[in-house]
Structures are given as structure tokens and as C-alpha cells.
């Protein structure tokens, strides 16, 4: 082999190299497999995805790994915004050490920053070599899906649901957004629940935000600080910019 030769496959060696390592670090697990070593904690998530193409570019869902109860996850693995609706997705997150203490299914910021938790695995009582598996089953996870997986599920069909409707309000899944948007609130009958693309005139907002405990007659404020400690200002956040969106 002469030396042009040899120089002709050196670089198409690097070229390869370089090539899978970019496409290791792209976050792009949709329809993946990953080998996972034997050391530290492995955590499987499996679900059948709709709605990841509709969330904006500064938005992504992720699996990712907390130290503590951190904003910023220490490792995720992403799921891609083209993953076509009804696909079965599985996120995979090994070898991960005793200072990992959660792992969760987030909406997350470009820079890793935590801004919902949908569903979290605790791993304080695993063992080193430990495989945790969970199926999710069928998530819907545009802008709405992810506040009803994991706002009005974790904390307003406690008075919200179909058994149990205060102010004749069912905020339980297939039921929430007829009943919030364009629709006159009971209590404050002047009032939309929420008027698309107006979070300011929109009783939703008004009963989360800081100074809301005496909106409607129920300290909904405080049972939203109990329910999010660390990441009330995200949740607030995020209600009034689906309410904004209403309105394109």
C-alpha cells in the first residue's frame, strides 16, 4: 500500500470514528437499543408517545438523572420532537452512581433545567447492578398533555374529577380542556376559566398565581406550594404560555 493510500484510509477511519461519536451524544433514542454495563443502576422506561412534535424548539421531553432534587439533570437522554404519534419509545439510562438519586420523565429547558416532572423512579433503596423497569404505557406530551399528566393529575383532580367536581369542574383527562377553555367559571361566573390567549383574564391563573389564595374562595395556592416545592415559578410559567398559545 503506497502512502496515499494509507493516508486515504487513515482519514476515513477518523471520519467514521468522529461520526458515531456525534451520534452517540445527539439524544436521538426513538426506536434505539443501548448496551448497558453491569456496574451502577440501570433505569428502563418504556412508552407509546403522541404530541412530542408539537412542542416548540426551547422545550424537549427527556429522561434524565438528579444528584438531589436538582433543576439540572446530570445525564438525559432526549426524545426526539419527530417521533411520530403512537410510537413506542424506550429510554435507557445506565451506570448511574449512588449520588444519582432519582430519575425522572421531565419537560425540560434547552440547558437541561427541570420545568415538570410527568413521572419520577426513586432509587435510594437500589443496589449497585439493579435494572429498573417501567411502562408508562400511552402519554400524550404536547404542551397540554404534559399539564395534564403533570399538574391537574398530581394535584387538581384531588377536588377535580369526575367523582369528585368542585365548582362543577371534572379536570381529569378527556374531560379538562372542554371544560377550562372559553367556558364561564361557577364561582365567578364574569370569568373565563381560561380565555385563550389571555393568561392575565383567565381564572386558571389567577387561582395558581402568587397572590391567588382568595381568587375563588380556596387557598388553591398553598396546595400548590405543598405539591411543587422547587419548581412553582416553572409550573405558573408554563399555564400561561399554553394559555397564550390558545390564541394562534
Known sequence: MNILHLRTHVLLGLLLLL?????????????????????????????????AGRLEED????????????KYATVQRVIPTATPDGTQVELILGNLGDHIHTV???????????ILTLADIDLTACADGDTLTTDLG?????????????ILDQTCIQCHSTSHQAARLNLSEG????????????????????????????????????????AVGFNHTDLMSSQFKSNLPEVRW???RWITSLEK
Open 19 to 51: 461520526t458515531a461519536t456525534a451520534a452517540c451524544d445527539s439524544g436521538d433514542i426513538a426506536g434505539q437499543d443501548y448496551t448497558v454495563s453491569e456496574s451502577g443502576k440501570t433505569v428502563r422506561l418504556r412508552m407509546t408517545v403522541s404530541g
Open 59 to 70: 422545550l424537549c421531553l427527556a429522561l434524565a438523572a438528579y444528584a438531589d432534587d436538582e
Open 104 to 114: 425522572a420523565l421531565v419537560l425540560a429547558g434547552r440547558l437541561r433545567d427541570r
Open 138 to 150: 400511552p402519554l400524550t406530551l404536547d404542551l397540554y398533555g404534559c399539564i395534564q399528566t403533570g
Open 175 to 214: 374531560y379538562s380542556m372542554e371544560q377550562l377553555v372559553g367556558v364561564p367559571s361557577t364561582v365567578r361566573p364574569h370569568l373565563l376559566r381560561v380565555s385563550p390567549g389571555q393568561p392575565q383574564e383567565s381564572l386558571l391563573h389567577q387561582v395558581v398565581a402568587e397572590d391567588g389564595s382568595q
Open 238 to 240: 408554563l399555564i400561561d
